[in-house]
């Protein structure tokens, strides 16, 4: 135990002093400090705060703090300030079971169904039912939405997936060059395009862009307290936020698709004309005589899927949203990932629609 005498008058000079007394004893784990006031008979507050300041450092190096010997002013001072100079009290955190968390997993994410569920049944009366009704529909944010969503991805988009194609060619090249069959790389171009390249590279991309900044608006009108603005006006958010937004990438969508299969069956011709010495009316022949009406539908169906999922999952997440700037960044990144992971889920279930129930032709 070490005990330390306080100057007669405790101020803001004599109070740091003091703190540098305590300091130079080094008290460590377990140490108890007694503070004797007995000679002490002046104490103003900024002398308490130095007070306060070495409870504070004995705290933090896990030692005891005790006053004695106060009287006067300076005992009802030490009481009025005695509950800074007790040492916080440990949360004790409690652990969860297993059936608890798995419980607590399940109502989360049953909630968050519920939530998804509900936003998705008012976008449909908004955009279906609403319309025919005389409600509104903001028109001039649609064709925003349409060039923010489409005309400014049209660049990004044709240059993935023509840069997917050329390296689709190069790789094919490679291996069926040996056989002779160089020209059926056309072939494997087209149909992979048309299936199932364009529409999954363009939605990555999509989603990368568009998915991350539907997201991100929305989560930040959400810390914001716009949202809350919106719904105290008696306004739709539904209505205002969510259905321009899914009709605009839902006309966009398919649109960017298409691009990116002309782009993609573009790099992959660049390959077989300029490196395997095709011409390019064989070229082309063999692109249009592989490519058939149900490969390109297929495309375009599943973009208009992944459409709808990719908006409806960015909204989700951005009015979901809790916290403030970090919020608004864990929530976009959230976004992006769903909406990929999604989208190869979606891929999944057309794949097994078409080629096992359908029994389409391979």
Request: some cysteine; charged content about 20%; hydrophobic content about 50%.
């Amino acid at each position: 135990m070490k005990k330390i005498p306080c100057p007669p008058k405790l101020d803001q000079q004599t109070g740091r002093a003091l703190l540098e007394d305590v300091r130079k004893q080094k008290p460590s784990k377990g140490d108890a400090v007694v503070l004797d006031f007995s000679g002490t008979t002046e104490m103003d507050a900024l002398g308490g705060a130095w007070v306060v300041a070495i409870a504070d450092l004995l705290s933090g190096r896990k030692s005891e703090m005790r006053c004695e010997g106060q009287s006067g002013a300076v005992a009802e001072f030490i009481a009025m300030i005695e509950p800074g100079l007790l040492p916080p009290e440990k949360s004790h955190r409690k652990e969860e079971r297993l059936l608890e968390e798995v419980g607590g997993r399940v109502f989360k994410y049953t909630d968050e169904l519920r939530d998804f569920w509900n936003l998705l049944i008012d976008a449909i009366y908004w955009l279906f039912i609403a319309p025919f009704e005389g409600r509104g529909f903001r028109w001039g944010l649609w064709f925003d939405e349409m060039h923010e969503m489409g005309v400014r991805a049209v660049r990004i988009t044709c240059l993935m997936n023509f840069l997917l194609g050329l390296i689709i060619a190069m790789l094919s090249a490679a291996q069926v060059a040996q056989y002779g069959l160089g020209i059926y790389v056309a072939n494997l171009i087209v149909i992979g395009f048309a299936r199932e390249l364009a529409a999954i590279m363009t939605a990555v991309v999509v989603s990368a862009r568009t998915g991350a900044a539907i997201a991100a608006e929305l989560a930040t009108m959400r810390v914001q307290e716009e949202i809350d603005a919106l719904r105290g006006m008696g306004l739709n958010v539904a209505q205002f936020l969510v259905v321009p937004k899914i009709l605009a990438l839902l006309i966009c969508m398919p649109c960017l698709t298409a691009l990116g299969m002309i782009a993609g069956v573009l790099g992959g011709s660049i390959w077989g004309i300029a490196v395997l010495g095709f011409g390019p009316d064989n070229w082309m022949r063999q692109t249009l005589n592989a490519v058939q009406f149900m490969d390109i539908f297929q495309g375009m169906l599943k973009s208009i899927a992944f459409a709808l999922i990719i908006v409806m999952v960015g909204c989700h997440n951005g009015l979901r949203v809790t916290g403030g700037s970090r919020g608004v960044g864990l929530m976009t990144t959230r976004a992006v990932v769903m909406d990929i992971f999604f989208i190869i889920v979606i891929d999944i279930v057309f794949a097994a629609v078409f080629y096992y129930i359908l029994d389409l032709p391979r």
